[in-house]
């Protein structure tokens, strides 16, 4: 038999391996179509959107919604885009009664916060908009035509 070669022997290492992960969010909305408006109905008209919001794990997201373009977040308006200049009041609330109106903390207005328990889920918030009956104002010119536009911002 022969003798079994003996070479060197062999060398080893490690190295470090790291990441940095942040704290982030990813946020969308749907539309709120309320649809048609009857300025001479005795009941208001309601609609609901949801805002969707999705967090990396043990993140604490505030969610705020602004006055939007033509009102504040104590009269919220749409503006006639038709032929009328006129102006449909309307707010958003946090809850079906609409006790608590949706706005940034200030001015009686509430947020709308979680804690994320895991990264891969989107949790929905429904938003919960009411147009005040017996408002004087000029029919739509087109379908729609009463608009605004509102942001949400999550604060993580």
Request: net charge negative.
């Amino acid at each position: 038999m022969g003798s079994a070669f003996a070479g060197p022997s062999p060398q080893t290492t490690t190295f470090l391996v790291s990441a940095n992960v942040i704290k982030s969010c990813n946020i969308s909305a749907t539309a709120l179509a309320f649809g048609t408006y009857d300025p001479l109905a005795a009941t208001n008209t309601t609609g609901t959107s949801t805002v969707s919001v999705e967090c990396t794990k043990t993140t604490v997201a505030i969610i705020a919604l602004n006055g939007g373009v033509n009102g504040t977040l104590a009269q919220r308006m749409m503006k006639d885009t038709g032929l009328s200049t006129d102006l449909l009041n309307y707010q958003l609330y946090t809850t079906a009664g609409n006790t608590a109106v949706w706005g940034d903390g200030t001015g009686g207005t509430l947020t709308q916060s979680y804690i994320s328990a895991s990264a891969a889920t989107v949790q929905p918030f429904t938003v919960y908009g009411t147009i005040p009956s017996g408002q004087n104002v000029t029919p739509s010119s087109v379908a729609n035509s009463y608009q605004d536009t509102i942001t949400v911002t999550v604060t993580f």
